[in-house]
């Protein structure tokens, strides 16, 4: 996925975006066991994007994301974290 900007304004590249959106204390008190990662398209440098997450409903424990670009809101990849 490369080097993306949120609308926050700060750079992520690849994975590090998702994870960037749990708190610290959520962090601190978990250990991640898996990642599932789907690309779906590319984006490029500096383009704005956007995270839809949620708790997956059949998997305690579980999260999925989806990740958005902002203009044309296509979707570029989905990441279920465990």
């Known amino acids: 996925m490369g080097s993306v900007q949120r609308r926050d304004g700060r750079i992520f590249k690849g994975e590090?975006?998702?994870?960037?959106?749990?708190d610290?204390?959520?962090v601190m008190k978990n250990v991640i066991q898996s990642v599932e990662i789907n690309y779906l398209s590319e984006?490029?440098?500096?383009e704005e994007i956007f995270i839809q997450t949620g708790?997956?409903?059949?998997n305690?424990?579980?999260y999925?994301?989806?990740v958005f670009?902002?203009?044309g809101n296509k979707e570029l990849c989905r990441?279920?974290?465990g």
């Open 79 to 81: 990441i279920r974290i």
């Open 55 to 58: 708790a997956d409903r059949n």
């Open 24 to 26: 610290l204390d959520f």
């Open 43 to 46: 984006s490029l440098f500096n």
């Open 69 to 71: 670009r902002t203009a």
């Open 16 to 22: 590090n975006l998702v994870i960037d959106n749990y």
């Open 60 to 62: 305690d424990g579980f």
């Open 64 to 66: 999925n994301h989806s």
